[in-house]
Structures are given as C-alpha cells and as structure tokens.
C-alpha cells in the first residue's frame, strides 16, 4: 500500500533562510503528488501538484518542489523564508487510477525572527 | 465566492448525543469528502463520495455516517458521539474523484466530546 512520510514534525528556521520540508512516498510508479498549506485556524489549501509534467514544480507563495523518481521524494523547497510562511505543511499522494489520496503527517514550520 | 462551508465551526457535547456536522460546496463539484485531523496523525479520511447517492468508506468510518442526497451537501452524522471522536473535522470537495484533482477544504470543525 502507498505511504508517504514527512521527515520532522517540527522544523525551525530563521527568517530569510532556507526552507526545506522533506516527503518520501512509497510507490515504485510514480503517483501525484501534492503538497498542502495549513495556516492557524483555516483549512488546507493546495500549494503546489505533480502530476508527471515538469519534475521540477512551482506552487504559490514562492514554493517549489522537485519530483525525484530515483530517490521516491518530493522535498519542498523556498529559497528565503518569511514570517507568514509558518504554518503546518502536507504531502499528500494518490497512485494514478486511484481516486484516494494517501496523506503524510505534517510538519509544522516555526520561522524564527 | 467559491467556498466550503461547515457548520458548527465549534461544538462541545456529551457522550451519546446526535450530532450533525453540515457541509456545503457552491462549485458544483462531484466528489466531496470528510477527514478529521489529530496531532501527529495527519489527515485520515472518513467517508467520501464520488457523486449524488453515491458514498464509501474512507479509513476510520466507525462511529459516522453521511448522506449525499444533493450535489452540494454531504452532511456528517455522529450518532452517539464518544469521547474518541474529538477532533478536527474537514469537509472538501473537488471536481474529480482525486487523481489529480484540486481538493477544497472548508474551514474545519472542532468537536470535544465529554
């Protein structure tokens, strides 16, 4: 069965410093993937999806994710962070035919002034 | 403005109570879904549907219900509530069945139950 897991529950990092969240899914055939944004008190909202176009995908905010099929990952990435970029962040992944989404655990993103 | 919308944001209640979760979407989107949210836990889905009296079992369906009588509403049921099923809840929805289809979230709801 697909799984998908989200490496850190926590990550802390300075304002203006990079941001990296990382995810692992398990399948062998490349599947979509997305990844969700969770602001304080709201519910999710899509960030950015890969859905077998470019492996190198551009969300809102300034987020980015590369599709890495050698390494099963889908990492988040923003070059500079901002206070408003923390909240609680999603992977997410659904095998193609299959209707289901298969969601990490999250990772909560702490900016620090 | 296109929405979800769940209705009570905010619930207290006691043990074996009815409850009803509503949720509404004004897209004209087939697919809708409820998750609840714990701590550490991530999103587990609880029930969903592909369409208009069309409705399956997510992952954690024991202790709800739903109907899909209408396109835009897929109420939640918690027939007698328990102490376990306190948590956030999320009703989405979407054009297409997931696959690579956007979801919607609504706001969540927060249940204690007592």
């Known amino acids: 069965a697909q799984s998908v897991t989200q490496l850190g529950s926590h990550v802390s990092v300075s304002e203006g410093a990079l941001v990296l969240l990382r995810c692992n899914y398990s399948?062998?055939?490349?599947?979509?993937l997305f990844w969700y944004v969770q602001y304080p008190n709201q519910g999710l909202q899509l960030l950015l999806k890969?859905?077998?176009?470019a492996t190198l995908v551009k969300g809102i905010n300034g987020f980015e994710a590369e599709f890495k099929k050698s390494e099963t990952s889908f990492h988040l990435t923003k070059p500079s962070a901002h206070m408003s970029d923390a909240a609680e962040y999603f992977c997410?992944?659904?095998?193609?035919?299959?209707?289901?989404?298969?969601w990490g655990a999250g990772t909560k993103l702490i900016i620090k002034p | 403005e296109a929405q979800v919308t769940q209705n009570p944001r905010y619930l207290i209640t006691v043990t074996g109570k009815k409850l009803t979760v509503t949720c509404s979407q004004n897209?004209?989107?087939?697919?809708m879904s409820w998750y609840r949210q714990d701590p550490g836990l991530g999103l587990r889905q609880i029930y969903y549907?592909?369409?208009?009296?069309?409705?399956d079992k997510g992952d954690v369906p024991e202790g709800y219900k739903v109907s899909r009588k209408e396109k835009r509403n897929f109420p939640l049921i918690l027939e007698s509530p328990s102490p376990n099923q306190t948590s956030l809840y999320f009703c989405a929805s979407s054009f297409f069945a997931g696959g690579d289809g956007e979801l919607f979230f609504g706001e969540g709801s927060r249940l204690t139950v007592l």
């Open positions: 897209m004209n989107h087939e697919y």
């Open positions: 997410a992944v659904s095998d193609r035919g299959n209707y289901q989404l298969i």
């Open positions: 890969y859905t077998s176009a």
């Open positions: 549907s592909m369409n208009v009296e069309v409705t």
């Open positions: 399948s062998s055939v490349p599947p979509y």
